[in-house]
T-cell receptor, first 110, second 117 residues
Framework: SQKIEQNSEALNIQEGKTATLTCNYTNYSPAYLQWYRQDPGRGPVFLLLIRENEKEKRKERLKVTFDTTLKQSLFHITASQPADSATYLCAPFGNEKLTFGTGTRLTIIP | ETGVTQTPRHLVMGMTNKKSLKCEQHLGHNAMYWYKQSAKKPLELMFV???????ENNSVPSRFSPECPNSSHLFLHLHTLQPEDSALYLC????????????????FGEGSRLTVL
């Protein structure tokens, strides 16, 4: 069955540094992959979508890569700020389903 | 404000109670979803409606009963729940199934935090 793993459950990064979150998937080939941000007690908010034929996508300080050979997506936040602290969810779409990972809780330390 | 409103935000109920969760979207979307989010577990898709018709029921127990009277409103009726049903219930919407999850984003509400005693 298809499986999604997001690197660590929690990640602490110093303010100003680049935060890199990993999403690995197995047993299927997603047509695209979405990333969402979720704050405590709130619903997820869509950030970016990257398709299988796109290597990289950028939006302001966010960058997402999609490596179909490695079956992996990387999510980068450059010049990180304390306001970037949240849980980030990856959601590959494949086999007609959007499946969410458990998320990585990112904390940016001032 | 995401354009998807859920009420109530918090609900505590006993196992014999009957209650309902409500979701309303103001985005002109045609697809609506119920998700369950438990601690340390990924979002679990429960039900999908497209143009008011249920298109997916992910083996959800019958104590959860969805209702979609029109494309803007979605309900989740709850009865004789179990303590393990305590979770954050999230409603989401997208354009429709031909363009929603296939190409676009989900718009989530803030969720209803349910506690079953």
């Amino acid at each position: 069955s298809q499986k999604i793993e997001q690197n660590s459950e929690a990640l602490n990064i110093q303010e100003g540094k680049t935060a890199t979150l990993t999403c690995n998937y197995t047993n299927y080939s997603p047509a695209y992959l979405q990333w969402y941000r979720q704050d405590p007690g709130r619903g997820p908010v869509f950030l970016l979508l990257i398709r299988e034929n796109e290597k990289e996508k950028r939006k302001e300080r966010l960058k997402v890569t999609f490596d179909t050979t490695l079956k992996q997506s990387l999510f980068h936040i450059t010049a990180s700020q304390p306001a970037d602290s949240a849980t980030y969810l990856c959601a590959p779409f494949g086999n007609e389903k959007l499946t969410f990972g458990t998320g990585t809780r990112l904390t940016i330390i001032p | 404000e995401t354009g998807v409103t859920q009420t109530p935000r918090h609900l505590v109920m006993g196992m014999t109670n009957k209650k309902s969760l409500k979701c309303e979207q103001h985005l002109g979307h045609n697809a609506m979803y119920w998700y369950k989010q438990s601690a340390k577990k990924p979002l679990e898709l429960m039900f999908v409606y497209n143009f008011k018709e249920q298109t997916e029921n992910n083996s959800v127990p019958s104590r959860f009963s969805p209702e979609c009277p029109n494309s803007s409103h979605l309900f989740l009726h709850l009865h004789t729940l179990q303590p393990e049903d305590s979770a954050l219930y999230l409603c989401a919407s997208s354009q429709d199934l031909s363009s929603g999850p296939n190409t676009g984003e989900l718009f989530f509400g803030e969720g209803s935090r349910l506690t079953v005693l």
